[in-house]
């Protein structure tokens, strides 16, 4: 057998494995097959090391000019911030930066838009062959589900149908001055309105988490839709994009039975040119969340007065009570908190006249040998409840006037764990004032008119309201540190604001503070003189009674002339 090897024929055959010469004089080679392997190996190893130390190299250079340190110049720019250069290229770097997230922020919602419209299209082309299929019989079972995306449009229509009935694009016809709804200004910071609330301001900071809500959301939203591709596309001159600081100011109103109408005005591109912007904001069809029934005959009220003197306005405030709770047989428990000792033999006659005269016997009358604290005595009362049950608190005043309607509203306002309730009652101003002769008034049950004339909705006060013990002994009861008037009230409303249980805040048509001379004590600290005075000013008379009073002469003379 011959092989062919590097160009010299070899015999296997005729060489033999000892010798290193053939007979023919001719040198002869002989390998192993292990021998030619290794060669092999070791030849195919030296090129693969080759390849990778190239590769290596390769990755090496690239690292070195990826990593390339910042020149010293640079550096010593860097380092001191202060410095002019250092400033300047910050700020082009933000500058710069931003301008990329914009434009990436920018193409995000154009490629949104898109996908919006063509699952649009899709939705709509797939509604139609479910109509079809529908029409003729042969929707398959599986598919009825989604014939109910007709929901939406019809959701869709109503909306539209809000929209055309709203004053939004075009007037319409009003009986009076009074049916016209007006807007409400704002700002990003501010919100100038008619109707002030509770703070009686003017103008107001976005406070209100609901009010700053909305109003930051609607910019929000009118930002996307001014920097949207399709507003880009019908307003070609626009060059630049929006942002909150262009936002000059918007107007607002509230149709209660069609929605909420925005008017946002932007900064154009000079200084003469506004994007003007109108949104409307849709109110949907009533949803109905629960129903169920309420019994409130085994309820009991615990009625608690703290008191100090003032014996004609408790026989008074007795004789509301004998009336509303006794003769109609209403669940309730009178809980009397007492201070000093003048008069209180008084108290505990009248309590007996009136047990003696109904039989009721439903009070507890607690004295204390200190001074005048309001929430000392509603603390000490709530407390002083020993029964299992546990009992729905209204904390009152000797000064209040209650009716049966009211109590029913303590019942279905307040439950254990969830809400309590702080009515504003209507304060009742002075019937001398009113009626202009304080020798000749009309019976109280007259006088008990809710109107702009004879009185006001307390809504600064929240010393009233209907709670339940339990949550009363959770939240921590009042701030014992506090003596004298007010404030105490306002601690204890607070903390209900900052826990998870609801307040009920409402008018109550049914509770009413009936007047009667203020005097606000020297030795009050200065702020709360201050409130004392301004409630004192409050109580006397409307704003216009005021003034005839106080220009009283001028209208004399007038007369006389």
Request: one cysteine or more; aromatic letters at 10%.
């Amino acid at each position: 057998m011959f092989l062919f090897k590097n160009n010299v024929l070899i015999d296997v055959f005729e060489c033999s494995s000892k010798s290193w010469f053939c007979s023919s004089g001719v040198q002869k080679t002989f390998e192993s097959p292990s021998t030619m392997f290794r060669r092999w190996l070791l030849a195919l190893m030296a090129r693969f090391g080759l390849v990778g130390v190239g590769f290596s190299c390769c990755l090496l250079l690239l690292y070195l000019l990826a990593c390339k340190p910042a020149s010293n110049r640079k550096k010593q720019s860097l380092l001191w911030p202060e410095g002019t250069t250092s400033k300047e290229g910050f700020m082009a770097l933000l500058q710069e930066r931003e301008d990329s997230h914009r434009h990436y922020i920018n193409s995000l919602t154009k490629q949104i838009a898109e996908l919006k419209d063509a699952l649009q299209e899709r939705t709509l082309q797939l509604q139609e062959s479910l109509d079809k299929a529908k029409a003729k019989g042969i929707l398959p079972q599986g598919l009825e589900s989604l014939h109910k995306a007709t929901m939406q449009s019809d959701l869709k229509e109503f909306f539209r149908s809000q929209l055309n009935q709203a004053e939004v694009t075009s007037g319409v016809s009003l009986p009076s001055e009074y049916a016209a709804i007006p807007f409400d200004a704002f700002t990003l910071q501010t919100v100038y309105q008619l109707e002030t609330g509770l703070s009686k301001h003017p103008a107001e900071r976005l406070v209100r988490k609901d009010r700053k809500d909305e109003l930051i959301s609607t910019v929000e939203t009118g930002l996307h839709i001014l920097n949207g591709p399709q507003q880009h596309h019908e307003d070609t001159r626009r060059k630049h994009t929006c942002s909150p600081a262009d936002f000059i100011q918007g107007l607002t109103r509230t149709e209660r039975n069609r929605g909420t109408v925005y008017e946002l005005v932007f900064k154009g591109d000079g200084p003469q040119d506004f994007t003007q912007l109108l949104l409307f904001r849709p109110f949907g069809p009533p949803m109905k969340v629960k129903s169920e029934s309420v019994d409130t005959r085994s309820t009991v009220i615990n009625i608690i007065i703290p008191l100090s003197k003032r014996m004609e306005a408790f026989r008074s405030f007795m004789g509301n009570f004998r009336e509303v709770c006794i003769q109609q047989n209403i669940k309730v428990h009178l809980t009397v908190v007492y201070f000093g000792k003048e008069e209180v033999d008084q108290v505990k006659s009248v309590l007996d006249q009136t047990t003696r005269e109904t039989r009721f016997r439903s009070f507890t009358l607690i004295q204390l040998n200190e001074d005048f604290s309001r929430g000392r005595g509603l603390e000490v009362g709530a407390r002083a409840w020993r029964r299992r049950q546990n009992v729905l608190l209204f904390f009152c005043d000797v000064d209040i006037h209650f009716t049966a309607d009211f109590l029913t509203s303590c019942r279905m306002n307040a439950e254990p764990g969830k809400k309590v309730f702080y009515p504003v009652l209507f304060s009742q101003y002075n019937p001398a004032v009113i009626y202009r002769n304080s020798s000749h008034l009309p019976p109280l049950q007259q006088q008990l008119v809710i109107s702009q004339e004879t009185g006001f909705w307390r809504d600064f006060g929240f010393g009233m309201t209907c709670q339940y013990r339990s949550d009363f002994i959770n939240i921590g009861g009042f701030d014992r540190s506090i003596k004298g008037w007010g404030l105490e009230d306002v601690h204890l409303y607070r903390k209900y604001l900052h826990s998870k249980l609801m307040v009920i805040r409402s008018p109550s048509r049914g509770l009413f503070h009936l007047w009667h001379e203020k005097s606000c004590a020297d030795e009050l600290p200065p702020d709360k003189y201050k409130m004392c005075m301004q409630t004192k000013a409050m109580n006397e008379a409307s704003h216009g009674q005021l003034g005839e009073l106080y220009f009283r002469r001028e209208k004399e003379r007038h007369l006389d002339r």
